[in-house]
């Protein structure tokens, strides 16, 4: 997994915009020198009563421009999670529930964790931020943090905030790039972005990295690349699909949120370049692709856990729907990625054992080897990657392999790409970044 692949998820906003919105802070990988949370004072555990473990969720509900759901439906996988736990008697005798949801309005992350930490009446926090100012401040407060892991750089370096994959390096070349163009039968690619300094163009880069590595196995080549184009395409993207159209393009990636990704679709198709495939970063929303009709017709997405389509007669995926269903809720993308946040927070309180606190917690994740989350996500071990691994060495830090899971829209739904329905990820060995064909792998 790669977070590059989520950069679609991420608001990708000019500098100054963000600078608007929300103190410009420093959230790298400062730790200060610390290499873990603090223990919890003496005699008590925030958060946590005779009869409850209380989280606070931390989230961009109000002032999303990406218009999908993020706070609402993550705060529902995690509730759907605790349910199914909280049946069974929770963890230690304890209920697992939300008491404090805070939305950051986009801007005000930090102002959110300070709130949290200053309370301090809530165990940890879950996060599902745009811009994550506050996780710092949280990581400091000695707070464990689980995340939709959508902003890497926020994670790298702390081995306290846990997401729902590992933190990984953005220049890093990704194999899925040049797998899905392989099995679109295309040779002739074009990478599109946005114009904001970091990761979005670093995601096109990573695109053209990808395809000039590969090129000597797969034929394949960049006629056509745009880090350059303005946020939420506000003069549209005609120039840019001419240029495509006289390149010769037989695919199109866009490092674009859904809303980019159709206005780049409705002009394609305008141009009569309805039948190039495009590669999606983001546009797993199954109302939102079946409410535009044929437009994404034979596109890929990228699904970074185990597919709603596949098999689900057990494991986690088949307590994730059972309880989403009782719920009264709908499978969404940042539904599952609560669920898989509030699985690992759960499994972190059951090794750390009865007579826990934020500390032994931190200590008993960063013990687990082999998380999976139930299948439902390529094994992560948290006690190695915390730090990004690096284009020389993806081993020492990274995935034991590197796998994708994808989707094609046929008729407005999704199906399983390049995998099978029992296995759906295809993998790739991670000793080295050498070119091969995937082996379809489940996990669980």
């Not at 040049?178 to 904001?196: C, F, P």
Request: hydrophobic fraction near 35%.
């Amino acid at each position: 997994m790669n977070s590059i692949l989520a950069l679609a998820r991420r608001l990708a906003v000019p500098l100054a915009a963000i600078c608007l919105a929300a103190a410009c802070t420093n959230s790298g990988g400062d730790t200060d020198g610390q290499t873990g949370p603090p223990p919890a004072p003496p005699g008590t555990v925030p958060g946590v009563t005779s009869s409850e473990i209380r989280f606070a969720v931390l989230a961009t509900g109000s002032n999303n421009p990406i218009g999908t759901c993020i706070m609402e439906c993550f705060t529902q996988g995690i509730e759907d999670y605790f349910s199914f736990r909280n049946s069974a008697g929770g963890a230690h005798g304890r209920k697992l529930v939300v008491t404090t949801r805070v939305d950051d309005q986009l801007g005000k992350n930090k102002e959110g964790a300070l709130q949290i930490i200053s309370a301090n009446d809530t165990f940890a926090t879950f996060g599902a931020a745009q811009l994550p100012t506050g996780w710092d401040d949280l990581y400091k407060a000695g707070i464990p943090q689980y995340v939709w892991a959508i902003q890497s750089e926020a994670m790298n370096g702390k081995d306290s905030i846990f997401g729902n994959i590992a933190p990984t390096c953005l220049d890093c070349t990704i194999r899925s790039f040049a797998y899905v163009a392989e099995k679109k039968k295309a040779t002739r690619i074009a990478a599109l972005g946005y114009n904001v300094p970091g990761a979005p163009k670093k995601c096109v880069g990573t695109i053209t990295d990808t395809i000039s590595l590969y090129s000597g196995e797969t034929g394949q080549q960049i006629v056509y690349s745009n880090d350059n184009m303005t946020y939420g395409l506000p003069n549209g993207v005609g120039p840019e699909v001419s240029a495509m159209r006289a390149a010769g393009v037989d695919m199109v990636i866009g490092c674009f949120d859904l809303n980019g990704m159709k206005t780049l679709a409705q002009e394609m198709e305008r141009q009569g370049l309805a039948d190039v495939p495009m590669y999606h970063l983001n546009t797993y929303d199954h109302a939102f692709v079946a409410a535009a009709g044929d437009l994404f017709e034979g596109d890929v997405v990228t699904v970074l856990f185990r597919p709603f389509e596949a098999t689900s007669r057990s494991g986690g995926i088949a307590e994730y729907l059972r309880w989403t269903s009782r719920g009264g809720h709908q499978p969404t993308e940042a539904g599952m990625n609560g669920w898989i946040n509030a699985d690992l927070a759960y499994q972190g309180l059951l090794a750390a054992g009865p007579n826990f606190d934020r500390k032994s917690v931190v200590a008993a994740t960063n013990r687990m080897t082999d998380y999976d989350a139930g299948g439902l996500v390529n094994p992560i071990d948290w006690s190695r990657q915390h730090e990004w691994p690096t284009q020389d060495d993806p081993a020492t830090h990274g995935y034991r392999q590197e796998c994708y899971a994808f989707v094609e829209i046929r008729n407005g739904k999704f199906q399983i790409f390049g995998g099978t329905t029992e296995k759906p990820f295809v993998c790739w060995q991670n000793k080295d970044r050498s070119w091969s064909e995937p082996t379809p792998t489940s996990f669980g």
